[in-house]
């Protein structure tokens, strides 16, 4: 049977393979590998292939990796009973059970590395091209310049991946992790698209700024100039996005909480078949600054966040692990700002809004009561 859990093996086997998978994501991939040891197998075949360029080169070097899969699953003695329990096998032949592992492990883990990394015309081509990765680590911002001239800026924990062809294609087309303002050189003839986890964003000439972290409960597209169309992966549903400073946000997982732009503008409207909204981005910070994109002048904000929420953002900003002693403490919620407070001037200053205590050990922080 093909759980959650294998789903979410061969998507982090991929992302490793790209080199995009974050610290914490490769600590789930040794856990579920403990789980599912003949994966190891299928990992090593992947890291190879992804090595290897286009063409004839990459298939022998798949080929050879493929029958030495086979010849370790066979020299593998206590392999028959975990590959029973994998496929259904009660009674078969040993070398046919052997033939099936290996040909399901190959099957599998080239169907996710297909729908993870590459859109349609990769497969027509029947060629893997080599990946680009920009990072910005945790507690760190970077700027970049892809190619085609376009400009990004990266926020903390943040990866973008893109074709090594990028300047051939003829859809320019990036798959982000994190947050990013983007500011792109329009070209008519090659649309810009980038691919998160819950969104596509297709660019119409414009700059405008993305968060899309893996675990948040919500991912984010703000519109500054220009106009951008914004699909939903989950039904496909699209919405143009065109008046500066328009916002759509993105439910995860069907949550649907009550954030700061919903209480302020109790206007907006749900649709009834995707969790988002649409709102406007009001600039309610000092220079008439946007919450949204205040990162970029080195300003963490939140509103309305639980402190579970606030947490997360404040792993990323200061590269440290933020625990919680009490699950209740987790409920609370802040609103403010952090200019160029340290991790613990942070602390001690939502100390001043809720009451709690923490300790810190190098950067292992516990929130305690």
């Known amino acids: 049977m093909y759980t959650n859990n294998n789903k979410r093996l061969w998507e982090l086997i991929a992302k490793k393979a790209a080199g995009e998978a974050s610290p914490q994501e490769l600590k789930d991939l040794e856990a579920l590998a403990k789980d599912f040891p003949e994966s190891l197998y299928t990992m090593e075949i992947l890291e190879k292939y992804w090595a290897c360029p286009s063409g004839k080169t990459a298939s022998k070097a798949l080929d050879q990796s493929v029958n030495a899969l086979a010849e370790r699953i066979k020299e593998d003695q206590s392999s028959s009973a975990r590959y029973n329990n ?4 009660i009674r078969m032949p040993r070398a046919y059970r052997s033939f099936l592992a290996a040909a399901a492990v190959f099957f599998i883990f080239c169907i996710a590395g297909w729908l993870y990394f590459f859109n349609k015309a990769d497969v027509e081509r029947g060629v893997f091209a080599s990946m680009k990765t920009l990072t910005a680590s945790k507690g760190s911002k ?3 310049f892809l190619p085609d001239g376009s400009k990004l800026w990266l926020n903390a924990g943040t990866t973008i991946t893109y074709r090594s062809d990028f300047e051939k294609d003829s859809i320019r087309e990036v798959y982000l992790s994190g947050e990013a303002f983007f500011d792109i050189r329009h070209d008519e003839h090659r649309p810009f698209l980038i691919r998160t986890d819950y ?6 000439g414009t700059s405008f700024n993305v968060k899309a972290y893996p675990f948040d409960k919500t991912a984010e597209a703000t519109l500054i100039e220009g106009s951008i169309e914004v699909k939903m992966k989950e039904s496909g549903q699209s919405k143009i996005l065109s008046t500066p400073q328009q916002k759509i946000i993105v439910y995860r997982l069907g949550e649907r909480p009550a954030t700061a732009d919903e209480i302020r503008q109790p206007d907006i409207k749900h649709t009834t078949s995707v969790p988002f909204v649409v ?3 009001l600039p309610d910070l000092p220079d008439s600054l946007l919450a949204e994109t205040a ?6 904000v939140f509103r309305n966040e639980s402190f579970e929420e606030l947490a997360m953002k404040m792993e990323r900003w200061y590269n440290v692990s933020i625990s919680f002693e009490k ?3 987790k409920n609370m919620r802040f609103t403010g700002a952090f200019d160029k407070e340290t991790v613990d001037q942070a602390l001690a200053k939502l100390q001043l809004m809720r009451s709690f205590h923490f300790t810190m050990n190098d950067k292992a922080i516990k929130i305690d009561q």
Do not use: R
């Open 327 to 329: 699950e209740h403490l």
């Open 279 to 281: 709102t406007q981005a």
């Open 295 to 300: 990162w970029m002048d080195d300003m963490l």
């Open 86 to 89: 994998l496929f259904g096998v």
């Open 142 to 144: 970077n700027q970049f």
């Open 199 to 204: 969104m596509d964003i297709l660019d119409i």
